[in-house]
């Protein structure tokens, strides 16, 4: 019996020879049964047969489990060795990314980062900045407006308003966001980027302008030492305004950025007096110069979402 159970192979086998033994109508609990009828010597063996055959079952259930558990585990060895499938990898979207060295370039110079609302009230986008009511200025920039008389911000010069009015002078920001305007094609889009700068102080003057203007753009083009050209331009909130222009690859001109010193009227509406303060400001597309420094020719594109794009363009 003994021997018999040790060569069982399968669980279903020890089970049958258990149940033939210790079963209701088994050998042993026939034996068991009939106990009383022997002698003590008898008795004392037959509990230590009942106890061992029983022993041995379980030590051989136990080790028939162990060798299904092997050869299960043998045939499902796995190859380490083997390189993973790659992992899909995020990068930053080119304006985050362009975002995040400007705001490095600026910082450095002592701009402090700003946002404002995107659906702006007529006062902080238009009036204040010296473009009143029926002003012909409000006609460069095609507007959405919303059924409350408020407006989505055409432009981040309503931020330099809100920051004077809440900060005061002297005051070195700059302004971000999103900003809304009815036009789109391969370089305009309804909605856009712009980033604005302001310096207010005693005696800041159009060649500190320049200065961090030129600072900037060699620094964000990676450039030696950018050549800039300076037109006279119009805006309702600068006097006098300028158009900034920047030699690109050496052989053309590029238009860049729209700046001026700040409009009198301008301080005066945020509660500067113009007679102790001044500086300038400047802004430009933020989209556009992330589009010349990564070479992209089509604005849309920073828009649609699309993955491939992003993992192709090689930021
Ligand atoms: N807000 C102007 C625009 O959207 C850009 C601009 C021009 C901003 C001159 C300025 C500035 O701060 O001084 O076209």
Do not use: C
Request: hydrophobic letters at 40%; glycine letters at 6%.
């Amino acid at each position: 019996m003994q021997d018999t159970i040790k060569n069982i192979k399968t669980l279903e086998e020890l089970q049958a020879l258990y149940t033939a033994t210790f079963g209701k109508n088994g050998t042993m609990t026939a034996r068991l049964k009939e106990m009383k009828n022997l002698d003590n010597d008898a008795r004392a063996a037959l509990n230590l047969e009942n106890t061992t055959l029983r022993e041995l079952f379980k030590t051989r259930q136990a080790e028939i489990e162990n060798a299904v558990m092997m050869s299960e585990l043998a045939g499902q060895k796995l190859d380490v060795s083997l390189n993973p499938a790659p992992e899909n990898r995020g990068t930053l979207h080119p304006l985050t990314q362009s975002l995040r060295e400007i705001a490095q370039i600026l910082e450095s110079y002592g701009y402090q980062m700003r946002t404002g609302p995107e659906i702006e009230d007529d006062w902080h986008n238009f009036t204040a900045l010296n473009t009143p009511a029926h002003h012909p200025a409000r006609d460069m920039q095609d507007t959405f407006f919303l059924p409350n008389g408020n407006i989505l911000r055409t432009q981040t010069s309503a931020i330099q308003i809100r920051a004077m009015e809440s900060d005061g002078v002297p005051i070195k920001m700059f302004g971000i966001g999103a900003t809304y305007r009815k036009e789109m094609d391969a370089t305009h889009s309804p909605m856009f980027h712009q980033i604005e700068g302001l310096y207010i102080d005693r005696d800041i003057t159009m060649s500190d302008l320049i200065g961090d203007v030129r600072a900037f753009l060699s620094r964000f083009f990676e450039i030696e030492d950018v050549e800039l050209r300076i037109r006279p331009s119009y805006f309702p909130f600068t006097d006098p305004s300028i158009e900034i222009d920047m030699k690109w690859r050496g052989d053309r001109w590029l238009e860049i950025m729209g700046a001026g010193m700040v409009h009198p009227n301008v301080l005066r509406n945020a509660g500067i007096d113009p007679d102790r303060y001044q500086g300038f400001a400047f802004g430009f597309g933020w989209d556009r110069l992330a589009m010349l420094k990564y070479n992209l020719d089509d604005i849309r594109e920073f828009y649609n979402g699309d993955v491939r794009w992003l993992k192709n363009s090689g930021f």
